[in-house]
């Protein structure tokens, strides 16, 4: 080949000629390129000839093609400055103070009740995980909580987003699949296995649930807490997880089946055929009363949610329990809150709210801390002061260099394009 514009000659003539062609380069061929190759496997063809069609790659003659577009370039005078800061400012400053006023009407109420540092905590269990200890947690309502009223559990310190926690699931798992790649095992490394027993599911994030218990109290001496109408409150545990996490991320294992008992004295209402699989832990009995039968493949040698963390997870709902599915959605910041629970009913002032709590999860091994929390909230969220103040902070910054140009602008206007102020390099 005559020149660097020529194709290697590994490959057939035609095929060159035709990838050149096809991105318009056939006239940066020199004229001795155009007679025959000589490459011996083509020697004896005939080249054809270079054919040029005028303006084949132009671009369309679009304003956005050929960069004729109109553009706005605004000149930055005093006027224009001024203008704009006063207009910033007198837009940021209500704004910020609607903000702060829509903040301090939310209602939250906060108990910390564990802490790495705190030698007399509320309800701490030190290093014994799940050491079922009983507490009471008490909050008096300051003023009227519209619903939805939102119970969180708040944990410091507890990095959920460390990159080997985060990928430290199954996912194939957690829709069902009873059998793991190799891939997964991997991912579940080290709590993958127990001995033996393979954990379903496996890794890092379902294997530190969140297990400590709130239940809001509504018997003993004192009478229930009521809403305004005088319904008994109740707190909701349903509603709290992701709809498109329910329906697309989680499933039971494959193979699993339930049956609810006519009643729980039933005869048939019993684990020992082979058709079920909770001989060893009985028939499920929920807040109800209500029984169920239930089957989990592999019980020999798999060790299932429920079996895990049965204060928080029943076997019927396995991995849809929706405590779980929240606590799967890791936060992105090691302070976070995750929510427990809500009421749909309006609690008015001076409602006590009376929670039982039966702590399990330790804090003390990460240096953390935990607490419950009542609140409330708005468009914006939670209680937020911090957006109402930037906004404030913003806008009076804005309206001080406002007034600051106005006035200069005002009293000892620069003229425009002064020669005075020109500087010339010297000879």
């Known amino acids: 080949c005559c020149s660097a514009a020529c194709w290697s000659v590994s490959q057939p003539f035609e095929v060159r000629w035709w990838r050149r062609r096809r991105l318009g380069l056939v006239s940066l061929l020199p004229l001795a390129c155009t007679g025959t190759h000589n490459n011996p496997f083509t020697a004896n063809r005939a080249m054809p000839a270079a054919e040029v ?3 084949l790659h132009r671009p369309a003659d679009l304003a956005l093609r050929q960069q004729r577009i109109k553009g706005w370039k ?6 224009w400055v001024i203008c704009s800061l006063l207009v910033i400012a007198a837009i940021f400053i209500p704004v910020g103070f609607k903000l702060e006023s829509m903040a301090n009407s939310i209602v939250e109420l906060r108990q910390e009740y564990d802490a790495f540092d705190d030698p007399a905590p509320l309800c701490g269990i030190t290093d014994t995980a799940n050491a079922g200890r009983k507490c009471t947690i008490e909050f008096t309502v300051p003023k009227d909580m519209e619903p939805p009223v939102l119970v969180h559990y708040e944990i410091q310190g507890f990095y959920q987003n460390q990159r080997t926690y985060v990928n430290s699931r199954d996912d194939a798992q957690l829709l069902g699949a009873t059998e793991q790649t190799r891939l997964g095992m991997e991912a579940c490394e080290p709590l993958d296995k127990l001995g033996n027993i393979t954990l379903n599911p496996c890794g890092l994030i379902a294997n530190t649930l969140f297990n400590d218990v709130f239940t809001l109290t509504t018997d003993g001496d004192s009478p229930p807490p009521v809403d305004a109408d005088g319904v008994p409150l109740a707190m909701i545990e349903e509603g709290i997880a992701w709809q498109s996490d329910l329906e697309f991320k989680f499933r039971q294992p494959d193979g699993f089946r339930f049956a609810q008992c006519g009643s729980c004295d039933d005869a048939n209402c019993t684990c020992d055929s082979d058709e079920w699989s909770c001989d060893d832990w009985g028939p499920y009995k929920d807040r109800d009363g209500n029984c169920f039968l239930y089957y989990y493949p592999n019980t020999e040698t798999t060790r299932y949610l429920y079996q895990t963390y049965p204060m928080i997870v029943s076997p019927i709902e396995g991995v849809m329990n929706e405590h779980f599915i929240v606590w799967m959605r890791t936060a992105a910041l090691p302070s976070f809150r995750k929510l427990y629970g809500w009421f749909d009913q309006r609690i008015v002032a001076g409602t006590k709210l009376t929670f039982d ?8 091994s990460f240096r953390g801390r935990k607490a419950l929390i009542i609140s409330n909230n708005n468009v914006f969220g939670g209680r937020n002061e911090a957006l109402g103040q930037y906004f404030i902070i913003i806008g009076v910054i804005c309206l001080v260099f406002g007034a600051f140009f106005l006035l200069k602008h005002t009293f000892r206007r620069r003229k425009l394009a ?10």
Do not use: S
């Open 53 to 55: 069609t005028p303006g």
């Open 74 to 79: 605004p000149i930055l005078d005093p006027t």
């Open 357 to 364: 709590l039966e702590a399990n999860w330790v804090v003390t």
């Open 418 to 427: 002064d020669k005075k102020y020109l500087q010339f390099k010297e000879e």
